[in-house]
């Protein structure tokens, strides 16, 4: 399996702009999360779903921040509008039912 | 609710010394517990993992951390550190069809 796959790997934008980035989970896989990590706030769970439906959101930070999960095989989070607060790491993670979670590489976002 | 506190933002040992991450836990029901690593630039992946059973759990790379339920400890350990051990770990608790929870990561550092 290729592991999780995540896109873009690094995205530079500029205040104001939408941000999209996508994950593609490991096949078979139940739950899906996304995190971000900064070195002030270290890592953070965003939303996880849990066959496609999103169980907590507790973690998104605003109402800019939407996640969506239109199938098994494909998760996006968007940022709209984006601001300069918002550069971090983005992980996207899946695992099957309780056990141990697969991190993706990663998308490290700059927003200018 | 479930917690975990990793004890030490940065450890700093020298190459062929042992080497102690320590984590405790908070849990009203027998947890999941996860020791994960990440290097540089890249996700965090999976060192070790208790459900049930043996208390004290082998991992990747030499790792091992024991569970103690009296202690409410599940720290890590490794006989002795090499260069390449250098990275951030991440203790992680999960009840089971919850949301994981990470502690706040712990720095290793290996002096040659």
């Known amino acids: 399996d290729a592991g999780v796959i995540q896109s873009p790997r690094h995205e530079v934008t500029e205040m104001g702009q939408e941000v999209t980035l996508r994950c593609k989970p490991i096949?078979?896989?139940?739950?899906l999360f996304w995190y971000r990590q900064t070195m002030m706030r270290g890592l953070e769970l965003l939303i996880y779903?849990?066959?496609?439906?999103?169980?907590?959101d507790s973690g998104m930070p605003e109402d800019r921040f939407s996640a969506k999960m239109p199938n098994a095989s494909f998760s996006n989070l968007k940022i709209q509008p984006s601001e300069p607060r918002d550069s971090a790491v983005y992980f996207c993670?899946?695992?099957?039912?309780?056990?141990?979670?697969?991190f993706g590489p990663g998308t490290r976002l700059t927003v200018l | 609710a479930q917690s975990v506190t990793q004890l030490g933002s940065h450890v700093s040992v020298s190459e062929g010394a042992l080497v102690l991450l320590r984590c405790n836990y908070s849990?009203?029901?027998?947890?999941?517990l996860f020791w994960y690593v990440q290097y540089p630039n890249q996700g965090l992946q999976l060192l070790l993992k208790y459900t049930t059973g043996a208390t004290l759990v082998k991992g990747i790379n030499g790792f091992e951390a024991e569970f103690k339920k009296s202690e409410t400890s599940f720290h890590l350990t490794k006989p002795s550190a090499h260069m390449s051990d250098a990275a951030e770990y991440f203790c992680?608790?999960?009840?089971?069809?919850?949301?994981?929870?990470f502690g706040a990561g712990t720095r290793l550092f290996v002096k040659a």
């Open positions: 992680a608790v999960s009840l089971g069809g919850f949301k994981t929870i």
């Open positions: 096949s078979g896989h139940d739950y």
């Open positions: 779903f849990n066959n496609n439906v999103p169980i907590d």
């Open positions: 849990s009203s029901v027998p947890p999941y």
């Open positions: 993670a899946s695992s099957f039912s309780y056990n141990e979670q697969f």
